[in-house]
């Protein structure tokens, strides 16, 4: 029997402000999912990144199994309730849809989800973001399943030598591709190099077995209005036929630029942080993202060990303080602030409504 892993997380209010979940909704969250351990799902894990409550559940119903997304939907709408009782910050922020229909996805909560074969020993990381878009794991992605200079694997290890397939969303025209890698490395490059419209969404080995799943939902593009950053999850497996654990987590030391940060409409630096360390609180952000890691055991979940509570990431977090001063420094002015065209999806056009009549025809 498959075991499945969820992830699905949302944002259903905070204090204060956008920068961490209350720990009462942590506890009412974990209790619900334990109630439910033994019947629907096999193990849970509660935590937060920021603003974003993540449940982390393993079961053996599937991806998109309507009873798994109707539990998580459940618990989002009795944490909002709790949220509204404190007059949190965005109370029921991410729950766009009133009523469920079968599946969170389109509703405003975040999945990634993965079933597989369990080996003889399966390793499984959950990173979890906050203050930016699905498209941040891009970068990653491509570093840790494509990179011979990441993945030192892909060189010496036979069993990674044939390389990966990666399944590209267009979030903007909802169509995917695939791209296999080494061979095309160049082209898959070509789209996600712009990760604001082309988001990984899966990566598989060649024989089709599941290495990492992420969540592609774009909040802004499913309420048609600014409702903050999607803040996305992603589920990776490590070792025997997969990059190591140290692998996967290495191209985080590399302090790149994402998209999010305060009002979600500007680049800052993605800060891989330890779980204590995930509020955002510096122009609510910067960026950040955490990292937990599992044993899954018949579908338990031994652990967690949180994977960026290591000195050896010292240097990154200073480098992304340091981008942090640097892009600051802009002010409202671009590349800190997003281009138009992302601008687009947030509350810049409001503005620019006001002055609409206001244009005048430059004489010749
Ligand atoms: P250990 O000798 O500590 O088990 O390390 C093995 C390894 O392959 C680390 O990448
Ligand atoms: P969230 O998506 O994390 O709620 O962020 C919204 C925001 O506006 C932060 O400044
Ligand atoms: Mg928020
Ligand atoms: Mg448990
Ligand atoms: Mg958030
Ligand atoms: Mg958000």
């Given amino acids: 029997v498959k075991t499945?892993?969820?992830?699905?997380?949302?944002?259903?209010?905070?204090?204060?402000?956008?920068?961490?979940?209350?720990?009462?909704?942590?506890?009412?969250a974990a209790r619900r999912l334990k109630e439910a351990e033994g019947n629907l799902i096999i193990d849970s894990y509660v935590t937060h990144c920021g603003?974003?409550?993540?449940?982390?559940?393993?079961?053996?119903?599937?991806?998109?199994d309507e009873e798994i997304h109707r539990l998580a939907w459940d618990i989002f709408m009795e944490c909002a309730g709790i949220a509204r009782e404190m007059k949190l910050y965005g109370a029921g922020q991410d729950l766009l849809g009133d009523s469920f229909s079968g599946n969170v996805k389109g509703m405003g909560p975040g999945v990634a989800e993965m079933e597989f074969e369990e080996r003889g020993s399966d390793p499984v990381l959950i990173f979890m973001a906050d203050k930016t878009e699905p498209g941040a794991w891009n970068y990653f992605l491509y570093k840790i399943f494509a990179d011979p200079f990441n993945t030192s694997g892909l060189v010496i290890d036979p069993s990674l030598h044939e390389g990966f397939i990666f399944e590209v969303h267009d979030v903007m025209e909802k169509r995917r591709i695939r791209f296999s890698t080494p061979e095309e490395s160049y082209s898959l490059l070509a789209y996600i190099g712009a990760p604001s419209r082309y988001v990984i969404k899966y990566v598989w080995k060649k024989n089709g077995i599941i290495a990492?799943?992420?969540?592609?939902?774009?909040?802004?593009?499913?309420?048609?209005?600014?409702?903050?950053?999607?803040?996305?999850?992603?589920?990776?497996?490590?070792?025997?036929?997969?990059?190591?654990?140290?692998?996967?987590?290495?191209?985080?030391?590399?302090?790149?630029?994402?998209?999010?940060?305060?009002?979600?409409?500007?680049?800052?630096p993605f800060m891989p942080v330890?779980?204590?360390?995930?509020?955002?609180?510096?122009?609510?952000?910067?960026?950040?993202?955490?990292?937990?890691?599992?044993?899954?055991?018949?579908?338990?979940?031994?652990?967690?060990?949180?994977?960026?509570?290591?000195?050896?990431?010292?240097?990154?977090?200073?480098?992304?303080?340091?981008?942090?001063?640097?892009?600051?420094?802009?002010?409202?002015?671009?590349?800190?602030?997003?281009?138009?065209?992302?601008?687009?999806?947030?509350?810049?056009?409001?503005?620019?409504?006001?002055?609409?009549?206001?244009?005048?025809?430059?004489?010749?």
């Fill in 212 to 268: 990492a799943s992420t969540s592609t939902q774009r909040l802004s593009l499913i309420a048609g209005r600014y409702v903050g950053k999607d803040d996305p999850v992603m589920i990776i497996r490590a070792q025997s036929g997969f990059p190591a654990v140290g692998e996967v987590l290495d191209p985080f030391r590399t302090p790149i630029l994402v998209a999010g940060w305060m009002r979600g409409s500007h680049h800052g």
């Fill in 51 to 64: 603003d974003d409550l993540e449940l982390i559940m393993t079961h053996t119903r599937g991806e998109d």
């Fill in 4 to 28: 499945t892993v969820s992830v699905i997380k949302a944002d259903v209010g905070s204090f204060p402000g956008h920068s961490r979940t209350h720990p009462k909704i942590l506890e009412a």
């Fill in 274 to 364: 330890g779980v204590c360390d995930a509020n955002c609180t510096q122009f609510d952000g910067p960026p950040r993202v955490i990292c937990l890691g599992f044993q899954v055991c018949n579908g338990r979940l031994i652990g967690p060990a949180d994977m960026f509570d290591d000195p050896a990431f010292d240097g990154v977090r200073l480098q992304c303080c340091e981008l942090s001063n640097m892009m600051r420094a802009h002010g409202p002015f671009e590349p800190h602030r997003l281009s138009l065209s992302e601008m687009e999806y947030t509350t810049l056009p409001a503005v620019e409504k006001e002055f609409k009549d206001r244009w005048e025809d430059i004489p010749k």
